[in-house]
């Protein structure tokens, strides 16, 4: 085979792995460790971890020919964690600088509690280079510990002074606060300190963090204080009333402040964006208030601005009506979506659901939701039959949140002669709603030919309270459509309705695709009564019936559990096996120790995670060594288990000590 | 499995993902990826992803929820005209090219990861504008893609304004016709077109109309992971011709990755070139 060329990556590495397990492996590894290929190499870090000795890897740290197998080792070497620890400290009081160096680098990516003490002298070593090297570390490491050296450091050599800032801003003890303060106007310096103090968020900070922004106009140190005291702002929600405040009303400050912030809310630079929106809000600049809302929010930051402009709702609420007025429609929704209005607010809103684009009509939706006033219900209503998607999905959400009564707008979609997808948004109105209303109707509609309807009626039904609407809901388990009796029976698990497991062991008999939903429903319900059935029926079942047949069982555990997942183990499937193991660490007492260090021989990942957690989870010390090679499995995923249950048996060796 | 192993089953999900179409996500993705998943777990009547996973993996109908999926998973984003010094390339450089060289008489060319055709069409009013049918030169554009929605937009043609961002008002009456607040491609433009569902990552794909004499395979390759690349690389080399070319986008490159495609530049521009494994 010739593998020599960039093309063949996907053969080399499947030669690595056929290697794995032959007498050549270590050699295989290391070549597989230099290849030019990162697919290859990150295999043969992993391999690495797992099977070479910390001291051959550290070998490689001190290779400055071969800058890739260095890093490659590095990595293998980080990936060991624990298992690196001992030799790596060794390093770092060694004679060679070079490879100090590197073994504080790892050591701080593995950051490890046990390393930190040890890290400690390194912050005074002769070598800056490795002093510099600590302190990053120590920094990383959050270690509180190091905070009055590294204060004595920022006002030491300045080729660490810039370590030591930083470091102190990601430990975040307020000690540091003052010594920090102190270098602000450090020309060199002020940038880090700025960030730092960002990082630390200190409450204290706000007055002299806000002058600088104020009066600075050197940009990245501007750009860094902006995001400094938004960050300070942020986490302070309480400093309202604080004097620092206070110049925020001066008017060259808001002249200066409105020009640079209007800037940054056309950029794209979202965290910039972001920190100028804080301050547009804090500072009341209600004339940049159409950029920010204009702004499209990340997706997971919408509730953001509305949380701010909360705090200075009076305000908001008066400057709010102009903005509906915008001509941007991203403006108009914005306001409807994120400003804080009051109470008489009805009628604005209702006349925004007339506004010609369909994203401004959802969102007056869904701020009409938000006011609860059953006066709008009607309008709502009027909504739910628009055939903007927006617009009815907002509005059936709206109508749910009102007060009960207000559901008596949907008679007519509900009547007999109503169009279909009228009725199924209806009864998703009442579903969302918990509602008891229009009861007939939806009793009715369970009974309905068109078997949409019947589902969406029994959905309504399901969300009723108590018991009452068991009987009506059960009746669906003998609709004659597969797609209704399958919801019925995802219906009835919601309800936790136990009266319903001997229909639904009954059903059993019926086959593919509702017994599929039987078994996982039986398992969600508990149903030990049922054990035994969904045992006698494994042999015969199809295979995706079989595994959820196992996951059941592991969650109703009955008797005799853990022999029947010891027969699944042994089968074939690896998936089987995985829903076996699962439920097997679950279950397992002391006595099956041996197992469970065989399972996390296992070839499977999944199999040796699950054996892993259940190690820790019986928390025997004779788990720790097999821990400790868990520690740097292949799997990332796995040796983090290892070394979350090594944490959980030291915790459990201290108990007994003390 | 749950609680303790929601990690586990993540990753089971993104492994699977990644084994099937060659895509992999970014962790920063992960609550979004969650979010539009949800939908899937709820109309499937699923508890939660392990149970999902498990679905992926072994129920009977899995073949119809990975189409499902992907059409989650995949970004499709495109238009007309995108790198549009791309599509002069084809025509001044490439085509006249290919033509003396091997007098195809049938130009082949395959857009792999087309989405929902934006490329492909614009390969074919490239070469429309260029009069290239004049010189009795033919063409076949076939267009694939992961995601079956974006192949039936494809066939359909009917875009929204955000497809033609790159085309100027003239451009966009010449080629649409504009359909409500849409636009409608021109019939003539789907001259030689052929599009269908095809997935790039898997073993032993099967392109119908192969060999092709040019491959454009742009914004795709960037979410591949490192073993789907190759082997969409090797696809491509095998179907591509002698000296054929393969079009790449602006962030994706071979260099340093690949020496079986040589780097050409071409007016300021890099492509890549078969170069035969052995020579
Ligand atoms: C960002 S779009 C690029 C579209 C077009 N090539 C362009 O540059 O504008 C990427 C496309 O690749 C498709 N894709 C992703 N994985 C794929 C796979 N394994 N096989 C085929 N297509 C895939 C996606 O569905 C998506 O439509």
């Given at each position: 085979?010739?593998?020599?060329?960039?093309?063949?990556?996907?053969?080399?590495?499947?030669?690595?792995?056929?290697?794995?397990?032959?007498?050549?492996?270590?050699?295989?590894?290391?070549?597989?460790?230099?290849?030019?290929?990162?697919?290859?190499?990150?295999?043969?870090?992993?391999?690495?971890?797992?099977?070479?000795?910390?001291?051959?890897?550290?070998?490689?740290?001190?290779?400055?020919?071969?800058?890739i197998?260095?890093?490659?080792?590095?990595?293998?070497?980080?990936?060991?964690?624990?298992?690196?620890?001992?030799?790596?400290?060794?390093?770092?009081?060694?004679?060679?600088?070079?490879?100090?160096?590197?073994?504080v680098?790892?050591?701080?990516?593995?950051?490890?509690?046990?390393?930190?003490?040890?890290?400690?002298?390194?912050?005074?070593?002769?070598?800056?280079?490795?002093?510099?090297a600590?302190?990053?570390?120590?920094?990383?490491?959050?270690?509180?510990?190091?905070?009055?050296?590294?204060?004595?450091?920022?006002?030491?050599?300045?080729?660490?002074q810039?370590?030591?800032?930083?470091?102190?801003?990601?430990?975040?003890?307020?000690?540091?606060?003052?010594?920090?303060?102190?270098?602000?106007?450090?020309?060199?310096?002020?940038?880090?300190?700025?960030?730092?103090?960002?990082?630390?968020?200190?409450?204290?900070?706000?007055?002299?963090?806000?002058?600088?922004?104020?009066?600075?106009?050197?940009?990245?140190?501007?750009?860094?204080?902006l995001?400094?005291?938004?960050?300070?702002?942020?986490?302070?929600?309480?400093?309202?009333?604080?004097?620092?405040?206070?110049?925020?009303?001066?008017?060259?400050?808001?002249?200066?402040?409105?020009?640079?912030?209007?800037?940054?809310?056309?950029?794209?630079?979202?965290?910039?964006?972001?920190?100028?929106?804080?301050?547009?809000?804090?500072?009341?600049?209600?004339?940049?208030?159409?950029?920010?809302?204009?702004?499209?929010?990340?997706?997971?930051?919408?509730?953001?601005?509305?949380?701010?402009?909360?705090?200075?709702?009076?305000?908001?609420?008066?400057?709010?009506?102009?903005?509906?007025q915008?001509?941007?429609?991203?403006?108009?929704?914005?306001?409807?979506?994120?400003?804080?209005?009051?109470?008489?607010?009805?009628?604005?809103?209702?006349?925004?659901?007339?506004?010609?684009?369909?994203?401004?009509?959802?969102?007056?939706?869904?701020?009409?939701?938000?006011?609860?006033?059953?006066?709008a219900?009607s309008?709502?209503?009027?909504?739910?039959?628009?055939?903007?998607?927006?617009?009815?999905?907002?509005?059936?959400?709206?109508?749910?949140?009102?007060?009960?009564?207000?559901?008596a707008?949907?008679?007519?979609?509900?009547?007999?002669?109503?169009?279909?997808?009228?009725?199924?948004?209806?009864?998703?109105?009442?579903?969302?709603?918990?509602?008891?209303?229009?009861?007939?109707?939806?009793?009715?509609?369970?009974q309905?030919?068109?078997?949409?309807?019947?589902?969406?009626?029994?959905?309504?039904?399901?969300?009723?309270?108590?018991?009452?609407?068991?009987?009506?809901?059960?009746?669906?388990?003998?609709?004659?459509?597969?797609?209704?009796?399958?919801?019925?029976?995802?219906?009835?698990?919601?309800?936790r309705?136990?009266?319903?497991?001997?229909?639904?062991?009954?059903?059993?008999?019926?086959?593919?695709?509702?017994r599929?939903?039987?078994?996982?429903?039986?398992?969600?319900?508990?149903?030990?009564?049922?054990?035994?059935?969904?045992?006698?029926?494994?042999?015969?079942?199809?295979?995706?019936?079989?595994?959820?047949?196992?996951?059941?069982?592991?969650?109703?555990?009955?008797?005799?559990?853990?022999?029947?997942?010891?027969?699944?183990?042994?089968?074939?499937?690896?998936?089987?096996?995985?829903?076996?193991?699962?439920?097997?660490?679950?279950?397992?007492?002391?006595?099956?120790?041996?197992?469970?260090?065989?399972?996390?021989?296992?070839?499977?990942?999944?199999?040796?995670?699950?054996?892993?957690?259940?190690?820790?989870?019986?928390?025997?010390p004779?788990?720790?060594?097999?821990?400790?090679?868990?520690?740097?499995?292949?799997?990332?995923?796995?040796?983090?288990?290892?070394?979350?249950?090594?944490?959980?048996?030291?915790?459990?060796?201290?108990?007994?000590?003390? | 499995?749950?609680?303790?192993f929601?990690?586990?089953?993540?990753?089971?999900?993104?492994?699977?993902?990644?084994r099937?179409?060659?895509?992999?996500?970014?962790?920063?993705?992960?609550?979004?990826?969650?979010?539009?998943?949800?939908?899937?777990?709820?109309?499937?009547?699923?508890?939660?992803?392990?149970?999902?996973?498990?679905?992926?993996?072994?129920?009977?109908?899995?073949?119809?929820?990975?189409?499902?999926?992907?059409?989650?998973v995949?970004?499709?984003?495109?238009?007309?005209?995108?790198?549009?010094h791309?599509?002069?390339?084809?025509?001044?450089?490439?085509?006249?090219?290919?033509?003396?060289?091997?007098?195809?008489?049938?130009?082949?060319?395959?857009?792999?990861?087309?989405?929902?055709?934006?490329?492909?069409?614009?390969?074919?009013?490239?070469?429309?504008?260029?009069?290239?049918?004049?010189?009795?030169?033919?063409?076949?554009?076939?267009?694939?893609d992961?995601?079956?929605?974006?192949?039936?937009?494809?066939?359909?043609?009917?875009?929204?304004?955000g497809?033609?961002?790159?085309?100027?008002?003239?451009?966009?009456?010449?080629?649409?016709?504009?359909?409500?607040?849409?636009f409608?491609?021109?019939?003539?433009?789907?001259?030689?077109?052929?599009?269908?569902?095809?997935?790039?990552?898997?073993?032993?794909?099967?392109?119908?109309?192969?060999?092709?004499?040019?491959?454009?395979?742009?914004?795709?390759?960037?979410?591949?992971?490192?073993?789907?690349?190759?082997?969409?690389?090797?696809?491509?080399?095998r179907?591509?011709?002698?000296?054929?070319?393969?079009?790449?986008g602006?962030?994706?490159?071979?260099?340093?990755?690949?020496?079986?495609?040589?780097?050409?530049?071409?007016?300021?521009?890099?492509?890549?070139?078969?170069?035969?494994?052995?020579?």
């Amino acid at each position: 085979m010739k593998v020599d060329t960039l093309s063949d990556a996907q053969e080399r590495l499947t030669a690595l792995q056929a290697a794995a397990a032959s007498p050549g492996r270590d050699q295989a590894i290391v070549v597989g460790l230099k290849d030019a290929s990162p697919l290859v190499r990150q295999n043969a870090i992993a391999l690495a971890a797992r099977h070479l000795a910390p001291e051959v890897l550290a070998e490689f740290l001190a290779d400055d020919e071969d800058a890739i197998l260095r890093n490659a080792a590095q990595a293998a070497l980080e990936r060991q964690g624990p298992h690196a620890i001992p030799h790596l400290l060794s390093l770092t009081r060694g004679a060679d600088p070079e490879l100090a160096f590197f073994a504080v680098q790892i050591l701080s990516t593995i950051n490890d509690v046990s390393a930190k003490q040890a890290l400690l002298p390194l912050l005074d070593h002769s070598d800056r280079n490795i002093a510099q090297a600590a302190v990053e570390a120590l920094g990383h490491m959050r270690a509180t510990e190091a905070v009055p050296a590294l204060i004595r450091l920022l006002a030491g050599d300045p080729w660490l002074q810039f370590a030591a800032a930083s470091a102190l801003g990601r430990i975040g003890d307020a000690r540091a606060v003052g010594p920090l303060l102190e270098r602000l106007d450090d020309e060199l310096l002020a940038e880090i300190v700025v960030e730092a103090l960002g990082r630390m968020g200190d409450a204290a900070t706000l007055a002299p963090l806000l002058d600088r922004l104020v009066s600075s106009d050197r940009l990245p140190l501007r750009d860094q204080l902006l995001l400094a005291v938004a960050a300070v702002l942020e986490r302070n929600p309480g400093l309202r009333g604080v004097p620092a405040r206070a110049r925020l009303w001066r008017p060259e400050v808001r002249a200066g402040l409105g020009e640079y912030l209007g800037g940054l809310l056309a950029m794209h630079d979202a965290t910039l964006a972001r920190s100028a929106g804080v301050l547009v809000v804090h500072a009341e600049l209600w004339n940049l208030m159409p950029a920010l809302l204009a702004r499209n929010p990340d997706s997971g930051e919408e509730g953001w601005l509305e949380g701010m402009l909360r705090r200075c709702r009076r305000r908001a609420r008066a400057e709010w009506l102009p903005l509906l007025q915008h001509s941007d429609p991203r403006v108009r929704a914005g306001a409807l979506l994120q400003v804080p209005f009051g109470a008489g607010a009805g009628p604005a809103l209702a006349a925004c659901l007339q506004d010609r684009d369909p994203e401004v009509r959802a969102a007056a939706c869904f701020a009409l939701g938000r006011l609860r006033e059953p006066s709008a219900a009607s309008a709502l209503a009027r909504a739910l039959r628009s055939s903007d998607a927006r617009e009815h999905a907002a509005a059936a959400q709206a109508l749910a949140q009102l007060p009960r009564q207000s559901l008596a707008e949907l008679a007519p979609d509900l009547e007999p002669g109503a169009d279909e997808e009228q009725m199924e948004r209806a009864l998703g109105v009442l579903e969302q709603a918990r509602s008891t209303m229009h009861r007939e109707r939806v009793r009715a509609l369970v009974q309905d030919g068109r078997p949409a309807l019947r589902q969406a009626a029994l959905r309504v039904l399901g969300r009723y309270p108590g018991h009452a609407a068991d009987g009506w809901i059960m009746a669906g388990l003998r609709d004659d459509d597969t797609v209704v009796r399958i919801a019925t029976v995802e219906i009835l698990v919601r309800r936790r309705c136990r009266k319903a497991i001997p229909a639904l062991v009954e059903l059993l008999s019926a086959g593919h695709p509702l017994r599929y939903h039987l078994v996982r429903a039986l398992g969600r319900l508990r149903a030990r009564a049922a054990a035994s059935r969904l045992q006698a029926l494994y042999a015969g079942a199809p295979l995706h019936e079989r595994i959820e047949i196992v996951v059941a069982l592991n969650q109703m555990a009955p008797a005799g559990l853990l022999a029947f997942l010891r027969e699944v183990l042994r089968e074939p499937d690896v998936e089987l096996r995985r829903v076996a193991s699962d439920g097997f660490v679950r279950a397992a007492g002391a006595h099956e120790f041996e197992t469970m260090v065989a399972l996390a021989r296992d070839a499977d990942w999944v199999v040796r995670n699950h054996a892993t957690w259940g190690l820790g989870r019986l928390g025997l010390p004779e788990a720790q060594s097999h821990l400790m090679l868990l520690a740097r499995d292949v799997e990332p995923l796995v040796a983090r288990t290892a070394q979350a249950a090594m944490g959980r048996l030291r915790g459990n060796s201290r108990g007994r000590d003390a | 499995m749950n609680g303790q192993f929601a990690e586990e089953e993540w990753k089971l999900l993104l492994d699977l993902v990644s084994r099937e179409f060659g895509l992999v996500f970014q962790d920063s993705r992960r609550r979004h990826l969650e979010s539009r998943l949800l939908p899937r777990l709820r109309a499937l009547g699923l508890e939660s992803f392990g149970a999902y996973y498990r679905y992926l993996a072994r129920h009977p109908e899995r073949g119809a929820e990975l189409r499902e999926l992907a059409r989650i998973v995949t970004n499709n984003e495109t238009y007309f005209f995108r790198e549009a010094h791309h599509f002069d390339l084809l025509v001044q450089q490439v085509v006249p090219q290919l033509s003396t060289h091997s007098r195809p008489g049938l130009l082949r060319v395959l857009s792999a990861g087309c989405s929902s055709g934006d490329e492909a069409y614009s390969i074919v009013i490239a070469l429309q504008g260029a009069l290239v049918d004049r010189t009795g030169l033919d063409w076949q554009i076939d267009a694939c893609d992961l995601n079956s929605a974006r192949i039936a937009q494809a066939r359909e043609g009917l875009y929204e304004a955000g497809s033609l961002r790159a085309c100027d008002e003239l451009g966009r009456s010449a080629h649409f016709s504009a359909q409500g607040d849409r636009f409608r491609l021109r019939p003539e433009h789907r001259k030689g077109t052929s599009f269908f569902e095809a997935n790039l990552a898997v073993a032993g794909l099967d392109l119908p109309g192969a060999p092709y004499h040019v491959i454009f395979c742009r914004n795709v390759l960037i979410y591949f992971s490192e073993e789907a690349f190759h082997r969409t690389l090797s696809h491509f080399h095998r179907t591509l011709v002698a000296g054929g070319y393969l079009f790449l986008g602006h962030a994706e490159s071979l260099i340093g990755r690949r020496n079986d495609f040589q780097p050409v530049r071409l007016c300021n521009s890099i492509v890549y070139r078969k170069q035969d494994k052995n020579p």
